[in-house]
């Protein structure tokens, strides 16, 4: 064991692929703390976390482990020196059950089976930490949402013993509740000794669980100190090099010009006689807890799952439209950016350009059935700079961007299809504060341009930012819609629960 208390030591660690992304970074990461790195999308975080934890070669540097020179030739060689990483973008098996997916490289056997009863007790064990305890370990991670499939990964980091834990964007699709249990749990693993890496763009979470906050830009590192040191302000300003403008809530508009209204929606997923209306101009939010319907319902109306029961009326406020497939909804101009961006949205392999323009391949032709070029082109460029995507040119594929770019390379594409209806589920997930800022910009505008936003987040705060009305999902129904006038935090936790407390009426008053 290293006697000065280091555990991971970095040297001058260069990475480059088209462009350089890491330059010259050197830093410490001592035994049994919280170490934080922060950045815009494309500042180089989740590269560094890739070459620590074996998934990434450096071209230039050198690390030590406990004194001792440390290069990983792959994930499993660096998970035998005690370092474990959960990665931003899911990497579970959708066919295989929950303990199968944690204990996939580990799976306890018996005379050569594996020992079913034992696999099931290891796992109930982890579940009940993450809150996952009224779970059986045998479901088909395919039938959870998002947000519980991130609690799977998080549990398969906790699965083993480590040294270093390294956490990238962990409480992204998770609800407060949800993150709160997290950082018991990642209180307990610095308590027993375990270093952790923190890579969050919830800039709040940061600071109330770092001991230690690094900040990357560029590709380089601009400062390391104690997260005591460090305020919300000056950790914004070091991250984009430059102050950011203040977003308050927008002043709210007059909205009585009816968009769409939706009645008695009910589908196989769980969702129960939802209705609500959109009015022009407006952005209506939605929340609820992890597994309450928000997405389920998203889905739902733009036909993506089938529904059961319901009505959907848009423009023709007196005969409702049918919307079989996402295709019908599109055509009707309901736009939707998926809470999946990777599984349900983007074409990876593709570039940047042919996503962006793939839904309008219409306004790209001079004459039927033939896509100018040119047009493409410009259009795709445009949108590239108008939503500051990080990318060498439009011709690079999608895949090899951050997440945060990948997600305003799908806000891009419906922006360009110019639809009346935009549903956006946690469309910041995973993306910077100064891309944050420019999003909601966005949204502000698109809303006096006379759009309607359908918002789900886990986000409260966020919630209660961009919007002008919060509806709240619970247990598969809607349990209230609040004005800007009447709405707070706790009134909106107690409708989000209200769903689950048998014998309790909710009223929003």
């Known amino acids: 064991m290293n006697s000065d208390g280091i555990l991971l030591k970095i040297e001058g660690v260069c990475k480059t692929y088209a462009v350089p992304v890491l330059t010259d970074i050197s830093l410490e990461i001592k035994r049994g703390e919280i170490h934080s790195i922060v950045g815009e999308n494309g500042a180089g975080k989740s590269t560094l976390c890739r070459i620590i934890a074996g998934l990434v070669k450096p071209n230039s540097g050198f690390m030590t482990l406990d004194g001792i020179g440390y290069n990983p030739e792959s994930k499993r060689d660096a998970e035998r020196h005690g370092i474990r990483i959960v990665m931003q973008e899911l990497n579970v098996i959708p066919t295989l059950t929950i303990a199968e997916n944690i204990f996939l490289t580990d799976l306890p056997n018996r005379f050569g089976y594996i020992d079913k009863p034992t696999l099931n007790e290891r796992t109930q064990r982890l579940l009940e930490q993450i809150g996952m305890g009224d779970i059986s370990p045998d479901t088909k991670v395919s039938e959870l949402g998002l947000g519980k499939q991130q609690l799977v990964e998080i549990a398969g980091g906790l699965s083993k013993q480590c040294n270093l834990l390294i956490l990238d964007e962990p409480t992204a699709a998770l609800t407060e509740p949800e993150v709160k249990n997290l950082f018991r749990q990642i ?40 997260a005591l040191e460090f305020t919300l302000d000056e950790m914004v300003r070091l991250m ?52 309450s ?30 919307i079989k497939n996402p295709s019908d909804a599109v055509r009707n101009g309901i736009a939707m950016l998926p809470e999946s961006r990777k599984e349900q949205g983007l074409f990876l392999p593709l570039s940047v350009r042919v996503n962006i323009t793939i839904n309008n391949l219409k306004k790209l032709c001079r004459m039927p059935a033939v896509i100018d070029n040119s047009i493409e082109v410009n259009e795709s460029e445009l949108w590239r700079k108008t939503l500051s995507i990080k990318s060498n040119s439009t011709e690079q594929k999608v895949l090899e961007l951050s997440g945060g770019n990948q997600q305003k390379i799908l806000l891009a594409r419906w922006l360009f299809k110019d639809c009346d209806i935009l549903i956006m589920d946690e469309p910041t997930r995973g993306i910077d504060v100064g891309a944050k800022f420019e999003i909601y910009k966005l949204i502000y505008e698109l809303a006096e341009r006379g759009k309607g936003i359908i918002f789900v987040s886990s986000d409260l705060k966020e919630l209660m930012t961009v919007c002008d009305r919060i509806a709240v999902m619970s247990n598969g129904s809607l349990a209230g819609i609040f004005n800007i006038d009447n709405w707070s935090q706790d009134k909106i936790m107690s409708a989000a629960l209200s769903g689950y407390l048998k014998g309790k009426n909710f009223s929003n008053g």
């Open 187 to 226: 209180k307990k693993l610095k308590e027993a000794g375990t270093s952790i890496i923190y890579i969050s763009h919830r800039l709040e979470e940061v600071m109330q669980v770092s001991d230690t906050i690094t900040v990357l830009r560029d590709g380089k590192l601009i400062k390391t100190k104690p």
């Open 240 to 291: 984009v090099g430059r102050e950011l403008e203040v977003i308050s809530h927008r002043k709210t508009a007059s909205c009585n010009n009816l968009l769409m209204r939706v009645e008695d929606v009910s589908a196989p997923t769980g969702v129960k006689n939802v209705s609500f209306e959109l009015m022009r101009g407006e952005v209506l939010g939605f929340a609820g807890l992890m597994g």
């Open 293 to 322: 319907g928000r997405t389920e319902l998203m889905r739902a109306i733009f036909g993506a799952d089938s529904k059961t029961s319901g009505r959907i009326f848009i423009k023709d406020l007196d005969n409702p439209i049918l």
